[in-house]
């Protein structure tokens, strides 16, 4: 058996330190739990998409907890696709791996073939999405058999796989539908994100989708809009056994509900954009 936590959009900084205080007793929880694996799936930093330090300072916290950990990389640690101000490109990915090694990986457990991938890209039209898109697929065609989980930090789709343009919160049609072909042809069986603060869990078309929740903090409807799921905060707890797995999205004792709307203009001042459209 392979246990494995995932925690999610934890935004820490230490020069923005308003959601630092939930780090050490996740970090505390977690190591009580012994995993064999932490992944992280994304929004890690509040700017590593700007700042050395963030993405230092971060990967140094995952670091010193002695566990084996992987990370996606979410919009703050890297930028978004076509964002006005903070594009993902080249320089900001780069960053990210001078400090957590790669934005894309897979890893083989019992009979499962983990794979964490840049949501960020997808949808930019970068060269480094095509070759993304080239190597999912060939990853999951070497995997000889084994089950397919991915790992990133956008969701593919609010409530159904064929609606619309959901702006910010899920990947864009035009690609999701490549995503969902690769998906349908590879019968892949888990998709875990993070980026909407919210816990899901539900089954689609045979695929399971699991949204982390955020361990940093949360937000009220004016910021995050209503939609399917939990507005809580805590973790995932995976345990990969044979070509089965069980999950459960579980509470962290000790963390404090900060939210976002407290503090967004500080934390997150808009580039001229809307305040909702930079905070999560
Ligand atoms: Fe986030
Ligand atoms: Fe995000």
């Not at 929880?29 to 050395?52: C, F, N, Y």
């Not at 999701?176 to 899901?200: I, K, N, P, T, Y």
């Not at 209503?226 to 999950?247: I, K, Q, S, T």
Request: with cysteine.
């Amino acid at each position: 058996m392979f246990r494995i936590i995932q925690i999610s959009d934890t935004h820490i900084s230490p020069i923005k330190a308003h959601f630092a205080g939930n780090w050490a007793p996740l970090a505390e929880w977690i190591t009580e739990q012994k995993p064999d694996l932490v992944i992280h799936t994304g929004d890690v930093t509040i700017d590593g998409a700007d700042s050395d330090t963030d993405l230092r300072h971060c990967a140094g916290l995952l670091g010193e907890m002695g566990v084996p950990f992987r990370a996606v990389p979410g919009n703050h640690d890297v930028g978004d696709s076509n964002h006005r101000h903070q594009p993902v490109n080249p320089k900001r990915i780069a960053r990210w791996n001078r400090y957590f090694g790669t934005d894309r990986w897979f890893l083989d457990i019992e009979e499962w073939r983990l794979i964490g991938f840049d949501a960020m890209l997808v949808g930019s039209l970068l060269p480094e999405e095509a070759a993304q898109l080239a190597w999912l697929d060939e990853t999951m065609t070497q995997a000889e058999g084994r089950r397919s989980a991915w790992f990133l930090h956008r969701p593919l789709f609010i409530e159904a796989p064929d609606e619309g343009d959901t702006d910010y919160w899920s990947i864009k049609p035009e690609p999701r539908r490549v995503l969902l072909e690769l998906m349908r042809r590879h019968h892949v069986a888990l998709v875990a994100s993070g980026h909407l603060h919210m816990a899901h869990d539900f089954e689609r078309d045979g695929t399971r989708y699991i949204w982390g929740p955020s361990a940093g903090f949360l937000g009220g409807p004016q910021i995050i809009p209503p939609m399917p799921g939990e507005r809580r905060l805590g973790a995932v707890r995976y345990e990969f056994d044979g070509n089965a797995v069980r999950a459960a999205v579980v509470e962290v004792p000790g963390l404090t509900e900060y939210w976002i709307d407290d503090v967004a203009n500080e934390v997150y001042p808009a580039h001229g954009d809307t305040r909702a459209a930079n905070a999560r």
